[in-house]
């Protein structure tokens, strides 16, 4: 079952419009697309992902709506050019449904998840590089820096050390191998208390799939493709997604700092947007005794002016 975190909170904050152009980036498994469909019986949708199985989903489960929208498999790094091709420079609305979905870590042999044994994949699509070709050949110190810059984890040099002497013995190709090492690496006292490898594989994720540089790299272009009223929604599942939402929101939504001072501010340098909610939007209480998954969600939103 699939579950879309600040669902009515993400819709509510879109302001559709009946005729706009709206763009899902992140389509998974439907569930934000389907609530803007319905509300746009004169306007079209555009969605992205690089999941095919998602898509092939989405596809059926849209049609029964409508058939003003079209699906993408392409990461949406790839959302200017391609929306370009449909000669469409300006929306109405972009959302962003960061983080793995339920399907996603529920199918098994994804690897995404560290409960259950799979070979090490956690690809969002189906290439490139994989969670087993980061874990057995990425350098010691490589290994190091992601575990602390992505997951945050205070072990990450025993951990990466551990790795690289396991996988001389042989290669670690599953996600509960994986797991063992982690284990030993930090002792079980600690890896029951602190739980390690939900912030190893959590790091590992997002060195597979390039999660944060792509974020960072589309977002300002996202803010640049809003018709003027039109607005943006990010829903982050961890921190330093947030924090790159929070900052880039910041930056576009105050004036330049080199020309704060001037009594008139040329317009290259005017915010681009204005923040709809200054602080996050987070689950209620509600929804978070209904999903435990939604726990560490945050919603931002803002317009383009």
């Known amino acids: 079952m699939h579950y879309s975190v600040l669902l009515q909170e993400l819709i509510a904050g879109l302001n559709i419009r009946e005729d706009g152009i709206y763009v899902d980036a992140t389509v998974g498994y439907a569930g934000d697309s389907k609530e803007i469909l319905k509300r746009i019986k004169k306007g079209y949708l555009f969605a992205f992902d690089a999941d095919s199985k998602a898509i092939e989903y989405s596809q059926k489960e849209l049609a029964k709506i409508g058939n003003n929208f079209e699906i993408f498999h392409t990461n949406f790094v790839n959302m200017k050019e391609t929306l370009a091709q449909k000669n469409v420079s300006l929306v109405d609305g972009i959302i962003f449904d960061l983080g793995v979905s339920s399907p996603q870590i529920d199918t098994k042999e994804r690897g995404f998840s560290f409960m259950t044994d799979a070979p090490l994949d956690m690809r969002m699509g189906e290439e490139g590089l994989s ?65 390690p490898e939900r912030k190893i594989f959590q790091a590992i994720r997002i060195e597979v799939n390039n999660e944060l540089k792509v974020l960072e790299e589309t977002l300002p272009e996202a803010i640049k493709l809003l018709k003027k009223g039109g607005r943006i929604g990010v829903i982050t599942f961890h921190s330093l997604e947030d924090r790159i939402v929070k900052n880039i929101f910041k930056k576009y939504s105050e004036v330049d700092e080199m020309v704060k001072g001037l009594p008139e501010v040329p317009d290259a340098y005017k915010p681009l947007i204005k923040l709809v909610n200054k602080k996050a939007i987070t689950p209620s209480d509600a929804e978070l005794k209904e999903n435990s998954r939604s726990n560490s969600a945050k919603l931002r939103i803002a317009e383009r002016i």
Do not use: W
């Open 131 to 195: 969670a087993k070709d980061v874990v057995n050949t990425y350098k010691e110190e490589d290994l190091s820096k992601i575990f602390f810059s992505y997951g945050e984890e205070k072990n990450s040099k025993l951990i990466a050390k551990m790795i690289v002497q396991s996988r001389a013995i042989k290669p670690i190709n599953t996600t509960l191998e994986l797991v063992e090492v982690i284990k030993k690496a930090c002792g079980s006292n600690y890896f029951y208390k602190q739980h």
